[in-house]
């Protein structure tokens, strides 16, 4: 199951830095979109607020029609969501960081089964199966007793993929999740992420550096600058007749050969 995502003009300041500049954003359930856009733009900050990590300054973020950080009272109105509404919509997102963040105690098998124990309250065999299965899918069946220490950055950012999805959100969010692998790591990654795309089993938000990824893989691609989006297309029409100037300048600034 995949839910749909909408924010409504939606701001982020941090004291006097306006990061996010009135988001107005429609995905569709199952679909895949691509973030791109220089340093700074925003793109990660949509994610934190998509994760619930941080709040909007204003605006509203629905998921499947419902607002995150309110909900609606017996007469019709609207009061402040309780941690019970909050969390209940966090359940449907997963998110893959950028720099892994594995407990280093623990080995795959029980980086991954960690949360579906502690949080959906699966017992111990039950999350072992689990992790086990998401584990063999992003090809670390034979890493199921390996530490975070013995695992190359490839290998940890798959354990981080298995746990997102042990999870089985129907929202999955990935941050720069190549940016920092060695480029012989960046191809085995996004491969698993293609196959994810192709499942349309999920909405998927894609924060990267990636051109041809973005290009070939999502259905959408968002182009981000100084908070705002830019432009908003079909992602082969985005990267092939970009309609706004500045869209193009970033396109020619970071694709080689263009």
Do not use: C
């Amino acid at each position: 199951m995949a839910a749909s995502i909408d924010l409504e003009n939606v701001h982020k300041r941090y004291g006097d830095l306006h990061v996010l500049k009135g988001l107005n954003l429609h995905i569709d359930a199952a679909q895949t979109v691509s973030v791109i856009g220089p340093s700074g733009s925003g793109k990660s900050t949509l994610l934190r607020l998509l994760m619930t990590l941080d709040r909007p300054s204003e605006g509203t973020i629905r998921i499947d029609g419902e607002s995150i950080w309110t909900e609606p009272t017996r007469n019709g109105g609207e009061k402040p969501a309780s941690n019970a509404h909050v969390r209940r919509l966090r359940g449907k997102v997963g998110m893959v960081f950028q720099h892994f963040n594995l407990f280093p105690h623990m080995t795959a098998l029980g980086n991954v089964a960690e949360a579906p124990r502690q949080v959906m309250r699966l017992s111990r065999n039950e999350a072992r199966d689990r992790a086990r299965e998401y584990l063999e899918m992003v090809g670390l069946g034979d890493k199921l007793d390996a530490y975070p220490g013995h695992l190359s950055g490839g290998q940890k950012q798959r354990v981080g993929i298995a746990r997102a999805l042990a999870m089985e959100p129907e929202i999955m969010l990935f941050d720069e999740v190549t940016s920092a692998l060695d480029p012989e790591l960046v191809g085995g990654i996004l491969r698993i992420m293609r196959d994810l795309a192709a499942q349309r089993t999920m909405t998927m938000i894609i924060v990267t550096h990636q051109m041809s990824f973005a290009e070939q893989s999502s259905d959408r691609t968002l182009f981000f600058d100084e908070g705002r989006i830019v432009e908003d297309a079909p992602s082969a029409e985005l990267f092939q007749q970009p309609k706004q100037e500045r869209t193009k300048q970033f396109l020619d600034a970071v694709i080689e050969g263009r």
